[in-house]
């Protein structure tokens, strides 16, 4: 199948109760022909599905899941996502009234249980009360257990359908027909509280949990609120509000004090600070004017100002920021395949044991091992929780990325968490990364009669994709503009073109050379100067002299030299690579405190380096902003594009830092390094929890002490299991990072 074909979709997924669901949807639409890739996750309930359109369609997806037993929501239109919610929704109320209702039925039936169970008459009452509990407000176990049973699955709810119908059945017959078993020496029990109280437990247990996966996605909440429904356009100078759906690119926008920006665009009068820390996490307001960006979701402060719209819908960055982070908390860790393939056999082989241990009380306890091993059967069947299995690894993963969007750090995936507690080396660009990215010129000497040159100069640069040409260009901006001809960027080194019968040439010092232009000895002279003062040069010439040396200076970001030492602390060996001259690379080098550099670094280089670095053992993350960075982006075991960086960085990227703050590179690994450990405590415990749960619901204390644990409390058990998974990962939250 040709990838660039595909298209890639989300959809809510219904019906789903337990990770072996979504293993069965999982495994459905993998297998339908033109389907690259899909995957299905149990925490958000979505599946994320690639596929070839030539071969299959939304109601070829929807299709098959239905034929599953369950549904796709195949609307991916602007309100798919807010019905996915109300249905989300609707099913949470539905959850609460049942569980509600459960549990005042069984409290009576658990009390006359536990205080009255020698007085005959009561059993009835037991009968009675338990009756709408099993079969009124259970029934879609036993719906779903019958739906799974069609298509030749099961699933959680089997393993409560069957428990319980098997707990209900023997005790309705033991009340009809109490003599069947006194003529065989054997006393009858009934066990109507076991199955209305597991009802009313699991029930609870699937409330809780319902509640605390709302918990895990409220980060993506959070962004999808910060769209306004309403803005306010200009139109032949008067004011109209009309809904978001209704603004079209080039349509004026004005903002008034405290509201938010409804779409991206850029400011045409008036000015304000706008707050941005929803998107970047920073908490400093920015102050914009004329020409300035302004994004969707920001809030405007105390100024008004008009803007113009030129991006909107799923354009905005906060709709792709939004996608970015579902994207990423739907996406699985490696280590989820080994989970996916249990909670597959899970439930088969639950019932199995159930099954074994049944049989095997029979022959080991001639006397009560009936009535001991049935008890036996229907613990294990409700002990055993593949839910916890399945809820261990997406809800750490929508927390942690969640977190990390929330400060300003957009992780691509699942994987890239498990690769970031890995990293031992850190490769950082320079310019944008370290510094600034806004250099300024602050010196420059032409040479005596070439002045006129300038115009030569300007209008080179202007064609340049570097980002010292923009400094340039700004303290020539009065020049007039001139046709340039044979124009050329020579990666790394600069830019030339054709002026007349005249080739000029702007760039490093290895430009001139590699042309063999001359350059006069003051000249010269006063490069080296401003080069021992750390200052970066532009160097000017036609084929056979240098015309001009143009010295610029960029700023060290405030947080660089502290971000560095902690990544060091760390045990993280920190190296800059730079295209820039060797005596500047130290002096940055030595300012920030780092001991490995390299100068004089062209874009392919960078990706080499990094090769040879990973060729003696090393895990390498490279962090860069600009287009010559993606090929070492691409190279590295985990790539950080700086947000204000360009496109292709940003597309490259395992992971963005919208704010460009170097700290944020520290804080996304110990983000990384907290969320996979919160996934394998979650799967220790879960692993655990099965381990020992399911040998103690056999019955294996019992030839030691007489101890068989009671289905009730095996119920409470398997319920707490799969709520303490997802409030283990709601502990994230909380962390520092």
Not at 56 to 73: E, H, N, P, W
Not at 573 to 580: A, F, P, W
Request: charged share 20%.
């Amino acid at each position: 199948m040709e990838k660039g074909k595909n298209i890639k979709n989300t959809y809510p997924v219904l019906g789903m109760s337990c990770a072996s669901c979504a293993a069965r949807v999982d495994k459905t639409l993998n297998g339908l022909p033109g389907v690259y890739q899909a995957t299905v996750n149990y925490a958000t309930a979505v599946a994320q599905v690639e596929y070839n359109p030539e071969i299959c369609s939304d109601a070829t997806l929807q299709s098959a899941v239905q034929d599953a037993g369950y549904d796709l929501l195949v609307d991916t239109g602007e309100d798919a996502a807010d019905k996915a919610e109300e249905i989300r929704l609707t099913r949470y109320r539905k959850i609460k009234r049942r569980t509600v209702a459960a549990l005042l039925l069984s409290l009576p039936v658990m009390v006359i249980s536990m205080f009255f169970e020698d007085i005959s008459s009561l059993k009835y009452v037991l009968w009675i009360l338990a009756t709408p509990v099993v079969f009124g407000l259970g029934r879609e176990f036993y719906i779903n257990a019958w739906r799974q049973l069609k298509h030749g699955t099961s699933n959680m709810d089997t393993l409560v359908a069957v428990s319980t119908g098997i707990a209900y059945t023997f005790s309705v017959f033991n009340l009809l027909f109490p003599d069947f078993w006194f003529s065989r020496g054997i006393e009858p029990h009934i066990y109507f509280e076991a199955a209305s109280v597991i009802i009313a437990f699991i029930l609870l247990g699937r409330l809780l949990e319902e509640r605390a996966k709302q918990n895990t996605s409220s980060a993506i909440k959070k962004l999808i609120g910060l769209q306004p429904k309403t803005v306010i356009i200009i139109v032949d100078s008067d004011e109209r509000t009309v809904p978001i759906t209704a603004v079209q690119k080039g349509d004026t926008i004005l903002v008034k004090p405290g509201e938010r920006i409804a779409v991206d665009g850029v400011v045409v009068t008036g000015e304000s600070y706008v707050d941005e820390s929803m998107l970047n996490g920073e908490p400093v307001p920015m102050h914009k004017q004329s020409g300035e960006k302004v994004f969707a979701g920001t809030i405007n402060q105390k100024g008004t100002f008009r803007f113009i719209a030129d991006k909107i819908g799923s354009d905005t960055m906060l709709a792709q920021i939004i996608r970015m982070v579902q994207d990423a908390q739907g996406s699985k860790a490696p280590v989820q395949k080994l989970v996916d393939r249990i909670a597959r056999f899970f439930v088969p082989a639950i019932i199995s044991i159930s099954i074994i241990a049944f049989v095997a009380w029979i022959f080991l306890a001639p006397t009560n091992g009936f009535t001991n091993g049935l008890l036996a059967m229907v613990t294990v069947l409700i002990i055993a929780c593949p839910c916890a299995l399945g809820l261990a690894t997406p809800t750490a993963i929508m927390v942690g990325i969640g977190k990390g969007a929330e400060k300003g750090i957009l992780i691509k995936d699942a994987q890239s968490l498990e690769i970031a507690p890995k990293i031992d080396t850190i490769i950082l660009d320079k310019t944008g990364t370290i510094t600034a990215g806004h250099p300024i010129v602050i010196e420059s000497l032409w040479e005596n009669g070439f002045e006129h040159s300038r115009k030569i100069l300007y209008s080179l640069e202007k064609l340049s994709e570097h980002p010292l040409s923009d400094a340039v260009v700004n303290t020539l901006q009065n020049e007039k503009e001139i046709s340039i001809d044979k124009f050329e960027n020579v990666p790394g080194k600069g830019v030339k073109g054709v002026v007349g019968s005249q080739t000029y040439y702007a760039g490093s010092l290895s430009l001139l050379n590699d042309n063999h232009i001359t350059i006069a000895s003051h000249l010269q002279e006063l490069a080296n100067k401003w080069t021992q003062e750390a200052k970066t040069l532009v160097w000017f010439a036609d084929s056979t002299q240098a015309i001009a040396a143009i010295a610029l200076t960029d700023e060290i970001k405030q947080t660089s030299a502290q971000a560095i030492s902690q990544l060091q602390e760390m045990g993280v060996e920190v190296h800059m690579l730079t295209g820039d001259n060797a005596i500047s690379a130290q002096a940055i080098s030595r300012k920030v405190g780092i001991n490995h550099y390299k100068a004089g670094v062209l874009p392919n280089e960078k990706a080499q380096f990094i090769k040879e670095l990973q060729a003696n053992g090393k895990k390498v993350g490279m962090v860069g902003d600009g287009i010559n960075d993606s090929a070492a982006l691409a190279q590295a075991n985990l790539s950080i594009a700086m947000g204000q960086g360009s496109d292709i960085a940003v597309d490259t990227a395992m992971a963005t830092i919208l704010s460009s703050d170097l700290l944020k590179i520290p804080e996304t690994i110990r983000l990384s390094q907290l969320t996979i450990k919160t996934i394998y405590q979650n799967l220790f415990w879960a692993f655990i929890y099965n381990l020992i749960g399911i040998p103690i619901a056999a019955g294996i204390f019992y030839s030691v002490n007489g101890f068989l644990l009671n289905p009730m409390w095996a119920s409470a058990a398997m319920a707490f299991s799969s709520v303490s998974v997802v409030l283990n990962s709601l502990r994230l939250k909380r962390k520092r990072i």
